[in-house]
């Protein structure tokens, strides 16, 4: 079954303080992995694809194959980046759909 | 930057009526897509279009769903017949090219769909 999974509905830290906001995943092939991000009364964005291995906004994740994982990090989080994000994947079999995780509301307080 | 655009922002309807939602994709873009987010629930894919045709879609995506392309620009998600769980946020979304490797799917801001 292809499947996102995102186990925290919420995360609450304090500014300055590290941030990871995990999701595995279930997929047979070869996935693609990312990230959006939807900050309050936008849209959906891209944050982050995991075969561009950028950072942004201090963001970064990392597929690991063996944990079937693509974790979102920053090591110090500012009350901008509270918004809700979202774990997607695509298969190259998939004609391009996403499947995408529960969302993790980040909430960072001052 | 060019934005995927969707109207209304927000559709109050009858149950068993008919509705429309339509969105303006990127220009320049080729495939499209309807996903839709019940209150509280993931994001959930319904379907998918290219070359004016369904490429695939969801088991959500029954018969009472259409989607069409009627003027080579808007892109359009019909509920024949609408029921009390269609109540959603409906998003479009579209992309230059379907592997996503260099090219993201870009999203417009949902239409909030309430059945009554």
């Known amino acids: 079954a292809q499947r996102v999974t995102q186990p925290e509905k919420l995360l609450s830290v304090f500014k300055g303080a590290p941030v990871e906001l995990k999701c595995n995943y279930s997929?047979?092939?070869?996935?693609?992995l990312f990230w959006y991000v939807q900050y309050s009364r936008q849209r959906l964005q891209l944050l982050l694809r995991?075969?561009s291995r950028e950072s942004i906004k201090g963001f970064t994740a990392d597929l690991n194959k063996g944990e079937t994982s693509f974790h979102l990090k920053k090591p110090f989080a500012q009350e901008e980046d509270s918004a809700m994000y979202y774990c997607?994947?695509?298969?190259?079999?998939?004609?391009?759909?996403?499947?995408f995780g529960q969302g993790t509301e980040l909430s960072v307080k001052p | 930057e060019p934005e995927v655009t969707q109207t209304p922002s927000h559709q109050v309807t009858q149950m068993g009526q008919e509705v429309i939602l339509r969105c303006v994709p990127i220009?320049?873009?080729?495939?499209f897509y309807w996903y839709r987010q019940i209150l509280g629930q993931k994001v959930e894919f319904l379907v998918s279009?290219?070359?004016?045709?369904?490429?695939?879609k969801s088991e959500i995506f029954d018969d009472q769903f259409s989607v069409e392309r009627p003027d080579g620009s808007n892109f359009t998600l019909k509920i024949r017949s609408t029921k009390l769980e269609d109540s959603a946020m409906y998003f479009c979304?579209?992309?230059?090219?379907?592997?996503?490797?260099?090219?993201?799917?870009?999203f417009g801001d949902g239409t909030r769909l309430s059945i009554l």
């Open positions: 979304a579209s992309t230059l090219v379907r592997v996503l490797g260099n090219q993201p799917q870009h």
């Open positions: 997929y047979s092939g070869s996935p693609e």
């Open positions: 995991h075969i």
């Open positions: 997607a994947l695509s298969g190259r079999d998939q004609g391009g759909k996403l499947i």
């Open positions: 220009s320049n873009h080729l495939y």
């Open positions: 279009f290219y070359n004016n045709e369904i490429s695939e």
